[in-house]
């Protein structure tokens, strides 16, 4: 945690993207609180301008669209969050062991990630949740299954050098077992490069939860922003009168703000591992 | 750096990536035979790996994909019983699954996708007619793109630190990061609903008999908005790449010495250090074909611009399962296929690679 704090101090990106990570997970553990209605429920009349029992108004049903935005930030976090640690059991887990075993597990596992990589994942994403039908689960454990071979990557040739440094040669020396030498050396040299990755990937799944929802294949029973915009674009009244203002562009930049939030965290963090990014970024 | 010539989707700009082990000499031994080939044999594996997605995927959902389509009640309820049996033929349920995906991969190298439901009509013949629409965005706004994004970042580079390139970096930094269906709703809304600048939607103007010369404004016209979104949105990451790629060629000697010679800025920025630093840009353009079919879904649907991604997103809301494959495996084996050409024309370029 202090670590965090030293790491903060000397990247603001880092620090604008802990402030609106921090806010986003704040808002959505308190959603239930800070919202005044079910984000589902008809509580007023269909199109109403924001008032101050309304404060971003109802939309083409009478749903509260600042209740609808709030809960939209939980269901945000929770496919980031879930995706992400999926991304992450599964990338480091196939990319520590191709670069410790070596042979032909590295090679399956390395090929599997050159397949995986090249196959364009949102495309496949989203024929996979119109065959599914539309849910969280099925687009968080789809992202996993699309989104590790970049970790694996990371984690496999950080192994790969850092297997014959002389630190790691001399603790298997003294007998200490690979597990140990994973936890104690390999691990917290990876950490930072692990995670700006996972800051990255969690931005991503920001866009692609949003996305989905977009295309209409987002969790029905959730409120989420992705959803927010298309109901918005599908009411042709949004074309011509003000309305968008409020019913729009609120959960766009909540999306927007919500992307940037991770990428900086990982933009900010890449110093740490690459040090020619602090000479011109 | 130790540039991976076996690398095969794409060698990565990444230098951390081959500090391998010790085992690199007999390896490269095995290589240098094994390189050529290999771009081919992976693109071979990567389409057999999205046409067996293709066929798995609607038969791993529960129930029978016909029932659960045309049962009463859903929103494809077909009582013709052509279309059901036209359906049966087509995905040929009561056979063993090894026969059902043989006779799957016969039809598709007879070209035959299968039938539409909604539309009624065999999939290839929409796909045929919708293919060259989302073709003819996606080329327009790679080129357009590459023509933003290479002066740009060479020039960003150039002026490194100074306010022209923070305003750059800053721009190009919050492009690449803002979701493009947001950001082409907004754009549709302003330029189209408000201003009136361009058409709300659509490739042309129905019914409009013009000239060739007037056909091919309008269709600009009406290609104008979607292009520069999805240049705009490309050219951000190649502006990235580029302007890194540059800045470490700029303590080069070579751009001393011609600085000495007199040659003009121009040719310094980019006969000399741009050229060296094309190699990573050209790899990160072969990896946003991706990228660019996924921003043509979003795009088209949103301009209601009728190619692929309209057909995908269609097909998607009325569950028409036949035309959701055939588009899903056009648009990523059309991905699939513009990777290896980067692949094999970044072997050509890359010296250390050309064989």
């Keep these: 945690m202090s670590r965090l704090l030293t790491e903060v101090r000397r990247s603001p990106l880092l620090a604008v993207g802990v402030v609106v990570v921090t806010v986003l997970a704040t808002v959505a553990v308190l959603a239930p609180y800070i919202a005044p209605f079910d984000p589902k429920a008809i509580v007023g009349n269909a199109l109403e301008e924001p008032s101050s029992r309304h404060l971003l108004g109802t939309n083409d049903a009478g749903a509260d669209i600042f209740s609808e935005l709030v809960w939209g930030a939980r269901s945000t976090l929770v496919v980031a969050a879930s995706a992400t640690a999926l991304v992450l059991a599964i990338g480091v887990l196939l990319g520590l062991v191709a670069g410790l075993r070596g042979g032909v597990v590295e090679t399956l596992v390395m090929r599997s990630a050159d397949v995986v990589l090249a196959i364009p994942a949102i495309p496949l994403l989203i024929f996979i949740a119109s065959m599914a039908g539309p849910s969280r689960t099925v687009a968080i454990v789809s992202i996993g299954l699309l989104g590790w071979p970049q970790v694996a990557r990371v984690v496999r040739s950080q192994t790969l050098s850092l297997r014959n440094r002389g630190f790691v040669h001399a603790a298997r020396g003294y007998g200490a077992d690979p597990l140990f030498v994973m936890r104690r050396h390999l691990l917290p040299a990876l950490g930072p490069i692990i995670a700006a990755n996972l800051a990255f990937m969690a931005g991503l799944a920001v866009t692609i939860e949003a996305g989905l929802a977009f295309i209409g294949l987002g969790d029905p029973t959730t409120a989420s922003w992705g959803a927010i915009l298309e109901r918005a674009l599908r009411h042709q009244a949004i074309y011509v009168t003000s309305m968008w203002v409020w019913w729009l562009l609120p959960a766009g930049l909540a999306i927007t703000v919500a992307v940037l939030g991770f990428t900086f965290i990982g933009v900010g963090l890449e110093p740490r591992f690459n040090p020619r990014w602090t000479r011109f970024a | ?355």
């Design chain 2, 1 to 355: 750096m130790s540039r991976t010539a076996h690398r095969t989707t794409g060698p990565l700009p990444d230098a951390s990536e081959e500090e391998a082990g010790q085992t690199e000499v007999v390896q490269e031994a095995f290589e240098g035979r094994r390189t050529r080939w290999a771009p081919i044999l992976s693109y071979a594996l990567t389409v057999l790996v999205l046409v067996t997605l293709n066929f798995a995927v609607p038969r791993l959902m529960p129930g029978d994909p016909i029932d659960a389509l045309l049962a009463q009640g859903s929103p494809n309820y077909v009582a013709d019983d052509a279309v059901r049996e036209e359906l049966a033929r087509y995905y040929n349920l009561d056979a063993p699954l090894p026969r059902q995906y043989l006779s799957y991969l016969a039809n598709l190298a007879t070209g035959d996708l299968g039938h539409s439901i909604h539309f009624n009509r065999p999939v290839s013949h929409d796909l045929r007619e919708r293919l060259p629409w989302t073709l003819l965005l996606i080329t327009l706004a790679m080129i357009l793109s590459i023509a933003i994004g290479l002066p740009a970042g060479i020039h960003s580079a150039w002026k490194r630190g100074r306010r022209v390139d923070r305003g750059l970096l800053g721009f190009f930094l919050s492009v690449q990061n803002l979701p493009i269906y947001f950001v082409g709703a907004m754009v549709l809304l302003v330029f189209a609903a408000r201003l009136r600048l361009f058409p709300l939607g659509g490739a042309s103007t129905p019914f409009a008999d013009y000239g060739p010369l007037a056909t091919v404004l309008d269709v600009g016209h009406h290609l104008a908005l979607p292009v520069l979104l999805m240049a705009l949105q490309f050219a951000a990451f190649q502006y990235l790449v580029m302007r890194s790629a540059m800045v470490s060629e700029l303590g080069a000697d070579y751009l001393l010495g011609g600085r000495a010679k007199g040659l003009r800025k121009r040719r310094l920025q980019y006969a000399y250090a741009g050229r060296n630093a094309l190699l990573p840009v050209i790899t990160v353009i072969g990896m946003q074909f991706s990228l660019a079919v996924t921003s043509a879904i979003f795009i088209e649907q949103i301009f209601a611009y009728p190619g692929l991604g309209l057909y995908m997103f269609n097909a998607v809301f009325v569950r028409d399962y036949p035309a959701m494959q055939g588009a899903f495996l056009v648009l990523t084996v059309m991905v699939v296929t513009a990777n290896l050409v980067v692949d094999l024309l970044y072997r050509r370029l890359d010296p250390r690679t050309a064989a």
